[in-house]
């Protein structure tokens, strides 16, 4: 669970950096208030799985998975611009590519632990 923590935490960063006047984004205005949703439900799944890792680590695997799945859809359709309407930026682009990287990461270190103990015979 340590190395799924450590991508959830990665993710996090990620996504403090494409906050507009903290990171590097710099689209303003035309936010689409959806989307805003969108992302509050998902950063709080994104907290709520972090804590599973610590106190309910089989229900954290699906969560897990859930969540580094829609990072990377997020951060797709946020490069073409569907999230706000605006294309991405080149600096955005790049944050992008990293939610895509870790939330890919997340969805393989949370399935590897299942395969593993199942594997092993023990409980998934």
Do not use: C, H, K
Not at 7 to 32: C, H, K, Q, S, Y
Not at 43 to 59: D, E, I, K, M, P
Not at 61 to 86: F, K, W
Request: zero cysteines; proline letters at 4%.
């Amino acid at each position: 669970m340590g190395q799924l923590r450590l991508f959830f935490v990665l993710l996090m960063v990620d996504w403090a950096f494409g906050i507009p006047g903290v990171g590097v984004e710099t689209r303003t205005g035309g936010g689409n208030e959806v989307m805003n949703w969108v992302y509050s439900v998902v950063g709080l799944a994104l907290v709520v799985a972090l804590a599973l890792t610590w106190f309910r680590q089989s229900w954290a695997r699906p969560l897990a998975m859930a969540v580094g799945a829609i990072a990377a859809v997020l951060a797709i359709a946020d490069m073409v611009g569907l999230t706000s309407g605006q294309p991405a930026p080149v600096a955005m682009v790049v944050v992008d590519v990293g939610g895509i990287v870790i939330g890919a990461a997340i969805v393989w270190a949370a399935s590897r632990r299942r395969r593993s103990a199942a594997l092993a015979g023990g409980p998934l």
